[in-house]
């Protein structure tokens, strides 16, 4: 079993930055792929980015240029550096990790973004 959790949401002003985290721990040997997805108020689940094991890296293209994701495998840790926010960037964020076994999601944190 893996647990994430996330930290470093709160409320920001559109044009600002904020930087979330995801720590795993339990079997973090066999966590392969990471990544972040959001929900925003009534829509669904929505991927952001995504790191492979090896540092491959991919973004919505709603995000791309924007938003930067990292991970640290010696500390089994992810990150979401969000930069020029604006207010539809407002969701819950998830952190993810994939094991072979299973999907892992963490319990979110709320990104609020104001105009």
């Known amino acids: 079993q893996v ?3 996330e930290s470093g ?3 920001v002003q559109a044009g600002g930055s904020l930087r979330l985290s995801c720590a795993a721990s339990g079997s973090t040997f ?9 929900r925003a ?3 669904s689940r929505e991927w952001v980015a995504i790191i492979s094991s090896t540092g491959s890296t991919n973004y919505a293209n709603s995000v791309k240029g924007r938003f930067t994701i990292s991970r640290d495998n ?3 840790t992810v990150s979401l550096e969000m930069n020029s926010l ?3 960037d407002t969701a819950v964020y998830y952190c993810y ?3 072979i076994l ?7 944190t709320q990104v609020t973004v104001s105009s």
């Open 86 to 88: 604006s207010p539809e």
């Open 30 to 38: 066999s966590i392969g792929t990471m990544a972040w997805y959001r």
């Open 9 to 11: 949401g709160g409320l």
């Open 102 to 108: 299973r999907d892992h999601w963490g319990q979110g």
């Open 41 to 43: 108020p009534g829509k």
């Open 97 to 99: 990790a994939k094991t």
């Open 3 to 5: 647990q994430l959790v």
């Open 74 to 76: 010696a500390k089994n």
